[in-house]
T-cell receptor
Framework: DTGVSQDPRHKITKRGQNVTFRCDPI?????LYWYRQTLGQGPEFLTY????????KSRLLSDRFSAERPKGSFSTLEIQRTEQGDSAMYLC?????????????FGNGTRLTVT | GESVGLHLPTLSVQEGDNSIINCAYS??????FIWYKQESGKGPQFIID?????DKRQGQRVTVLLNKTVKHLSLQIAATQPGDSAVYFC??????????FGTGTRLTIIP
């Protein structure tokens, strides 16, 4: 499978715990994006990387959230001191450098439940 | 399985009929539009895209129409099949990397 891969698929955690998600983009894609989706809503942009550089962050990305892409390949999204409001699907997407960054190809997400 | 959207606009279509899903956008500077399909428990799957210098684009069984005058986008699916049942999202961007998604429409194909 050469699509975007996310791990884990599901994560249940207690409020106050830290969680980390991983995304492996399509191998030749140099742009990587994180989105969040809550029930009944479309995905909302969180942040994006071009290679290892984080170029934009949404106001949705509070200080408890941090994303990294240290070698320009896979990325991690960490949430510290989780809150119940963090419960959502976290989606990763990547895009090719040769297509003006469009369209985005999404993974199947990590479903986070904070109890 | 989990549900992507519980209170979405819905559209039910008889199998084999054509369906049209509509989307309105507000940003007149938007220059690129995409339709995604999302099945339960999965991420959005790219269907078709269109740039603002076009008003129609066709794919396999799908057609996207763009009316910039009224800021309206539609997705037409021909000869619908049970596998077309999903939530459909339009998304747009205005020259930056941030896609803005609509609220989605749940399409149900009736056998």
């Amino acid at each position: 499978d050469t699509g975007v891969s996310q791990d884990p698929r599901h994560k249940i955690t207690k409020r106050g715990q830290n969680v980390t998600f991983r995304c492996d983009p399509i191998s030749e894609h140099n742009r990587l994006y994180w989105y969040r989706q809550t029930l009944g809503q479309g995905p909302e942009f969180l942040t994006y990387f071009q290679n290892e550089a984080q170029l934009e962050k949404s106001r949705l990305l509070s200080d408890r959230f941090s994303a990294e892409r240290p070698k320009g390949s896979f990325s991690t999204l960490e949430i510290q001191r989780t809150e119940q409001g963090d419960s959502a699907m976290y989606l990763c997407a990547s895009s090719s450098p040769g297509s003006d960054g469009r369209p985005l190809h999404f993974g199947n997400g990590t479903r986070l439940t904070v109890t | 399985g989990e549900s992507v959207g519980l209170h979405l606009p819905t559209l039910s279509v008889q199998e084999g009929d054509n369906s049209i899903i509509n989307c309105a956008y507000s940003n007149s500077a938007s220059d690129y539009f995409i339709w995604y399909k999302q099945e339960s428990g999965k991420g959005p799957q790219f269907i078709i895209d269109i740039r603002s210098n076009m008003d129609k684009r066709q794919g396999q069984r799908v057609t996207v129409l763009l009316n910039k005058t009224v800021k309206h986008l539609s997705l037409q699916i021909a000869a619908t099949q049970p596998g077309d049942s999903a939530v459909y999202f339009c998304a747009e961007t205005s020259g930056n990397e941030k896609l803005t998604f609509g609220t989605g429409t749940r399409l149900t194909i009736i056998p």
